[in-house]
């Protein structure tokens, strides 16, 4: 398989992105938020609609796979990976930092 090459300004570029990001953010624009706040639940709809059949689809795999030899330890790895997952996805979500911010931003 053909390897692509990383160019060398690509993290100039990330940098100058993130700048121009927090400049445009800190401006405060209506249309800007609002098309941004758009953009954001689209990305996050589409990642939650991915991302559970993803995990169903692993899971259902490993189950189909469980008579052949040695795929008790991938299903058991698979399914360690997945709680661990959820895990720190639940972890994440009732972290201090969103306690927080949940009381102090509307």
């Not at 990642?47 to 993803?54: D, I, K, M, N």
């Not at 169903?56 to 008579?67: E, M, R």
């Amino acid at each position: 398989m053909k390897q692509r090459k990383v160019s060398n300004y690509q993290p100039i570029l990330w940098i100058v992105a993130l700048v121009v990001g927090a400049i445009m953010g800190l401006l405060g624009l209506d249309m800007l938020n609002g098309l941004i706040n758009f953009v954001a639940t689209v990305y996050i709809r589409l990642f939650q609609l991915l991302a559970v059949p993803t995990i169903v689809l692993a899971v259902i795999t490993t189950f189909a796979t469980f008579g052949s030899e040695g795929s008790g330890r991938i299903f058991g790895r698979t399914l360690i990976y997945t709680l661990l997952t959820i895990s720190s996805l639940v972890l994440m979500t009732l972290s201090p930092t969103t306690l927080i911010l949940s009381v102090f931003v509307p």
